[in-house]
């Protein structure tokens, strides 16, 4: 569709643009496209005069548009060989008191041995995490919270339908279906806290195991 353009160096409608595609290869159908696609890449200007859209091209364009793809070319390859030679002198910098040796490589042994330990540390403390003080702690708290919170909404519910007694007498056995359908049964009532046992946990020093209880 270029040699089109270059070969005239005259303006065209898409519709005629249309017609003369079959005869450089390209269907009817697709000249829209293949035009619109070399307006995106620039290498075909249009633009609207009146209602008519008129599409052009003109071989100096298209060698303004490579010399200037090939100037930016060649400043990202400048740029790329600055990064290179940076990263080269970096490589260098890194490697100096890394050379290979004995004293190296003991100490690299040795610090394989302690990340060792250190793992083997970590998983066994998390072994001992529900025997935590702390998190027992924090568990009866979480639990304080929402029984008071469950017995606040019981009180709720109980003034809730005193209201509706009082004031609805008359719908007492309507009323009565609605609470079991909600789950408001006769034997609703607030609930209870259960003691709260502290897990056995070692101590590691005496070999002894303590227990507690929390109210």
């Known amino acids: 569709m270029l040699q089109i353009f270059y ?49 052009w091209s003109l071989p100096s364009c298209a060698g303004n548009q490579l010399r200037n793809i090939r100037r930016k070319l060649e400043s990202d390859l400048q740029g790329g060989k600055k990064r290179l030679a940076g990263l080269v002198d970096q490589r260098e910098t890194l490697k100096k008191g890394r050379e290979e040796s004995e004293e190296r490589a003991e100490a690299l042994a040795k610090l394989k041995d302690v990340e060792k330990q250190y793992n083997e540390l970590k998983n066994e403390m998390g072994q001992y995490a529900d025997n935590d003080p702390a998190t027992l702690e924090a568990m009866r708290s ?6 008071q919170a469950a017995n606040r909404w019981t009180d709720n519910i109980f003034t809730l339908r005193q209201w509706c007694g009082n004031n609805f007498p008359q719908a007492k056995d309507q009323l009565e279906h609605l609470y079991k359908e909600a789950g408001i049964t006769d034997d609703f009532d607030y609930l209870e806290l259960s003691p709260f046992p502290l897990s056995s946990f070692h101590d590691s020093d005496s070999g002894r195991h303590l227990t507690g209880d929390a109210a």
């Open 142 to 147: 979480a639990i304080e919270v929402a029984h």
């Open 7 to 55: 070969d005239s160096q005259d303006f065209f409608l898409l519709k005629e643009l249309e017609k003369m595609g079959p005869k450089k290869g390209v269907i009817s159908q697709s000249v829209k496209d293949v035009v619109q696609s070399l307006v995106d890449d620039d290498l075909v200007s249009k633009d609207k005069i009146g209602s008519s859209v008129y599409f």
